[in-house]
């Protein structure tokens, strides 16, 4: 072989390996990163929130993980399913009724230690709402960092309640005043014997009717969710006082009843919604000037404006192979660029954000109802939903017995009995 000959073979087989050392290199940074997430709103929606992460770790693909969620606790069971399947999952999006049964199935990984060791996180932890973060510890741990939050308030449509020739409510009404603006509203006006407009709609949701006894100085549960409530008179009066609109009154309708699209049709006066129920209104044609918010009434209009609270936020799971990028992800998704996604309410959620910076951000204000600022005021004052390893059992209790009690197969006296001793039977079952 001649020496240009073997020059040239040796520079070629020098750029062999340099290529293909290249290409190891480059397969062995490649990573991805397995995301839980509800698919409620749709996938492209949940891409928007990682466009930054993704530029600064080009290195990164993401595996989108679409969940249904229909409850909590069977969205929970779902993820848990999904990885005993053998799905890779990093970050998992859940909300604080989880945590608790996460993080004793093993599922979730403890954050204070990313904590601790990262002052990148102090920015974040001085700007989110203290009562978001303490929800979302569990045994003195943190698992999930708070992305966003929602309480409920009453939901009033300012066309119907002008056309029923009622000023908007005060905040401090009573339940007298309630009942005056619902029968008020309520309208048969072809005499059919059908109402053509209802004054509110009344379920049995564990999320719509807590608050009434919170307002009542009750709830369904004490704070460490060891004690059911339900037998206390203050709780069954609540019950009792939304369940006669109903069945005394006559002023909401019983069985199924689309209550956000009545609202927006102007055929519904008031409801019950959160924050969120922005992104429902918002698509159906109504601006932030068509509605407003105010508190739940109490018996004497000198009752808590608190109602009840829930969270969400990211963690990061114990099979995570990669936990320090997954770390990276989640500081992502709580940062101000990605929150500020959520103000106005046409990403995958239109909750309210975590960071108290953005509460009175314009993009905030224009999308909100001018007493948007009551949810803030019902948060201070409110109780976390039940917040329980046990949560699910809880919630079906509740559920089996309200249903018969908003049929009117069952009083609610009777009702609220057999919760109160069928969930004292699951909490000793797991204390």
Known sequence: ????????????????????????????????????????????????????????????????????????????????????????????????????????????????????????????????????????????????????????????????????????????????????????????????????????????????????????????????????????????????FVHDLMWEHGVAPTGSFNFREAFVAGTLGMMIDSPAGRQRLIPAGMSADDYDVNFFPSKSGQGATGSQWGTDGYGITKDSEHPDLAWEMVKHLVSTDVMSKLLSGEFASASAPARTSLASDPVLVAASPANYWRFYEALEGGRTVINAPYFAELAEIHDRYMSQAWANEMSIADAAANIQADMEAVIADNS
């Not at 990984?109 to 920015?123: C, G």
């Not at 960092?145 to 029923?164: C, D, G, H, M, Q």
């Not at 048969?188 to 009717?209: E, K, M, Y």
Request: hydrophobic residues 40%; proline residues 5%.
């Open 1 to 240: 072989m001649s020496g240009n000959l073997k020059r040239i073979c040796t520079v070629l087989l020098v750029l062999l390996l340099l290529t293909s050392a290249s290409v190891f290199t480059s397969a062995q940074d490649e990573v991805t990163l397995g995301f839980v997430y509800g698919s409620f709103a749709p996938q492209e929606k949940w891409e928007a929130y990682f466009e930054g992460f993704l530029a600064e770790h080009p290195e990164v693909t993401i595996n989108y993980i679409p969940v249904p969620l229909d409850s909590w606790g069977d969205y929970t069971q779902k993820i848990v399913t999904t990885m005993l399947g053998g799905e890779r999952v990093d970050v998992i999006w859940n909300a604080i009724e989880a945590v608790p049964l996460m993080a004793e199935r093993g599922v979730l990984l403890e954050l204070d230690s990313f904590i601790e060791s990262d002052p990148d996180i102090q920015e974040f932890l001085d700007d989110a709402h203290p009562k978001l973060l303490e929800g979302l510890r569990w045994n003195d741990q943190q698992y999930l960092l708070p992305f966003a939050w929602n309480t409920t308030l009453i939901y009033y449509n300012k066309s119907v309640l002008e056309s029923a020739g009622l000023d908007e409510p005060a905040p401090d009404w009573t339940w007298d005043d309630f009942l005056h603006y619902a029968q008020t509203i309520t309208q048969d006006s072809d005499g059919d014997g059908t109402n053509d407009v209802w004054g509110f709609h009344a379920n049995a949701w564990l999320w719509h009717l807590g608050p009434w006894a919170v307002a009542n100085g009750s709830f369904f549960l004490n704070e460490d969710f060891t004690e059911p409530w339900y037998d206390r008179p203050e709780t069954i009066e609540a019950f009792q």
